[in-house]
């Protein structure tokens, strides 16, 4: 499921050896070393490529400026998967002769392997060769067309590096042989990753999870033995209350494909026992890398399924509000290219995605990229996160927090013993990579006004001006605690609602430039009975004036929905006001105020049976008339059931 590990070898061509000594003279004036060189193509037609590569080394050792043999020891070295044996011949035999449009395969191999090396003006230089040669094969004319705007684009960007200064996670994370696809929760208590012991069959993937105390990351435990279990569970996200996980399993039973992505739920301290997300969300190919938005109702993933743009993809599907998923939906260019595009990881505030990819133009192998939202839904063209994150090898999957302000991700290493590890980083993060909305979070518990235990409740977040629900989540039914994420530049209206219970509703303001700060906040809700009243903290009027403002009508909606469920209850709707003006007229103003909003669920199909309206003036503040504060406090509608 971590497919990110190795680097690509180099593309094959698909030409064998080129036969140059049946075209023109050999370069060699030895007779010895002619012999030798054809005498390795008998050992290499018999199937016998050590003998082969003997012979020519001979050959060498006869005339070392024989360049056709070192052309086909390059050959044959790259049919046996020696990649530095390739790259030493290539280099040596090339630099032997004149340029030749014949030579066009050796120049593409070569460029491609300075490319591995990050040797870019050596890469570009022989792709330019390639190019100038006229070769008919497009796939590879395109790929090393795309090499040189790639080169390009690391010669510049090695000239000027980002700020960045990423640090080892301390042991106590990094306490493994691989560890990788880092998470954290929205208030960043909790710390997710998946790591393996080694690289041995026997030492599976498993997730593990780390809380931070004092600012310190604690050991990592299991998340769970209902969770992990000898197959392999890695590459997980978790939502931005830590109450969904999703994660990956390969050949796990009853699974769909190669690898499936899998589901389970937190209640109280507890995991749920995982279940495959099913024939909808996973095919028969590989499916893995999910990342979930902060509500946990979106969730992006990587795909070698068909009916997508290359290879591995990027996928996204949506929860239904019967709790079933959506077909996934390929997320399309410019996301997604011809080639890789993995690990995505979707930012809290849902405006920036951060993958892995090397189909768009970079400093080779996966690198990190940044693809931002519109002001709609679709994805503006990806920006690679330039030197030095990205390097000529291959990068690893990367976490940026909801405030913008830490990252995290995994970096492949070599140690002084030679051993290859994963390791993960956390940095600082640049300014020009930061998500175009920065997001806090506000969490508290959900209990009952009277008895003060938890309520199992439906907390709902709407962007007020666009009247579209933004966030869903649910509160624990054993500790009544939520979390939903709030992102600057939006005015929210939040909605808690549970059978049997009044509707709450709640305000939050971030289109001013005041600082994101975390929101603690229980809600307390009433049973709905005779009496029981609620202050409808979401509906909006000029000063002075009793008509509804057009985002009002989320709150209004709210109503509506609430007596539609609600069928055999009455209610008041009330207005109340300041004491700045004459007590009769805020009297009036407090009327009409209540009178349009019944007027509005009359009209949307509520019974004036049930419903009825009065002002109250100035009459009944809910705090002294002695600052602007409290004023703003008395201005309001209620909500009372009769």
């Known amino acids: 499921m971590y497919k990110l590990v190795f680097a690509i070898f180099f593309l094959a061509l698909g030409t064998n050896t080129l036969s140059l000594a049946q075209t023109k003279a050999l370069s060699t004036s030895s007779s010895k070393a002619e012999r030798l060189y054809y005498k390795a193509d008998e050992y290499a037609k018999a199937r016998d490529f050590d003998k082969a590569l003997e012979s020519l080394a001979d050959a060498i050792a006869k005339d070392p400026g024989f360049a056709e043999a070192y052309l086909k020891a390059a050959s044959l070295h790259k049919m046996m998967g020696h990649k530095a044996a390739v790259f030493e011949n290539l280099e040596k035999g090339l630099q032997l002769l004149p340029y030749s449009p014949a030579l066009a395969p050796y120049y593409f191999d070569l460029a ?51 700020n960045f200064n990423p640090v080892p996670l301390p042991v106590s994370i990094n306490r493994f042989q691989l560890q990788y696809f880092p998470y954290t929760t929205a208030d960043q208590r909790f710390f997710i990753y998946t790591a393996r012991a080694g690289g041995k069959p026997e030492q599976d993937e498993n997730i593990f999870i780390s809380e931070r105390k004092d600012g310190i990351w604690q050991a990592p435990v299991s998340i769970s033995d209902a969770i992990n279990s000898p197959a392999n569970e890695g590459a997980a996200t978790i939502s931005g209350d830590g109450r969904s996980l999703v994660f990956t399993s390969c050949s796990r039973p009853g699974g769909q494909g190669d690898c499936d992505l899998y589901i389970s739920f937190r209640t109280g301290n507890d995991w749920s026992k995982p279940t495959n997300m099913g024939s909808t969300v996973n095919s028969k190919a590989w499916d893995s890398q999910p990342s979930l938005s902060a509500d946990g109702r979106i969730l992006y993933f990587s795909s070698t399924r068909g009916g997508g743009v290359g290879k591995e993809d990027i996928w996204v599907t949506q929860l239904n509000n019967d709790g079933s998923w959506q077909k996934p939906m390929n997320l399309g260019e410019p996301v997604n290219s011809a080639g890789r595009d993995m690990a995505p990881s979707i930012h809290a505030s849902g405006a920036a995605l951060y993958f892995v990819s090397d189909g768009h133009t970079g400093m080779g192998g996966l690198d990190v990229f940044k693809a931002a939202r519109k002001a709609g839904k679709s994805w503006l063209a990806p920006k690679n996160l330039s030197y030095p994150l990205n390097t000529h090898a291959d990068e690893g999957s990367m976490f940026i927090t909801p405030d913008n302000k830490t990252g995290y991700y995994s970096r ?107 929101v603690t906040l229980d809600v307390y809700l009433e049973p709905l009975k005779t009496g029981a009243t609620v202050v409808l903290h979401n509906l909006f009027f000029d000063t002075g004036k009793y008509k509804l403002e057009r985002k009002s009508k989320t709150e209004v909606n709210k109503l509506i929905a609430f007596m539609q469920q609600n069928k055999d209850i009455r209610i008041e709707i009330s207005g109340h006001t300041d004491d700045v003006g004459s007590d009769k007229d805020n009297l009036e103003l407090s009327e009409k105020r209540a009178k349009a909003v019944v007027d509005y669920m009359v009209d949307n199909g509520i019974s004036n049976s049930r419903i009825r309206y009065k002002g109250y003036g100035e009459s009944k503040p809910m705090k002294p008339n002695t600052s602007e504060d409290n004023r703003q406090l008395n201005r309001r509608i209620e909500l009372q059931v009769l």
């Not at 570009?124 to 390009?152: E, H, I």
Request: glycine residues 4%; without cysteine; proline residues 4%.
């Open 412 to 518: 492949q290493e070599t140690t002084n013993a030679g051993l290859s590890t994963i390791r993960l980083y956390q940095f600082d993060v640049p300014e020009e990579w930061k998500s175009s909305a920065s997001s806090t979070f506000a969490q508290g518990r959900v209990l009952d006004v009277n008895t003060k235990n938890p309520v199992a409740a439906q907390v709902q977040l709407y962007d007020v001006e666009a009247d579209s629900l933004v966030q869903q989540v649910a509160s624990d039914k054993i500790t009544g605690e939520y979390t939903v994420v709030l992102s600057e530049g939006k005015q929210y209206a939040l909605y808690v609602s549970a059978p049997g219970y009044l509707m709450k509703s709640l305000s939050f303001d971030f289109t001013t430039s005041k600082a994101l700060t975390p």
């Open 112 to 162: 491609e392997l300075y490319f591995d090396q990050g040797a870019y003006e050596q890469a570009k230089a022989r792709y330019s060769d390639f190019l100038k040669a006229g070769f008919k094969k497009p796939n590879l004319v395109a790929r090393a067309q795309r090499q040189v705007l790639s080169a390009d684009f690391a010669l510049q960007a090695i000239k000027q590096p980002v």
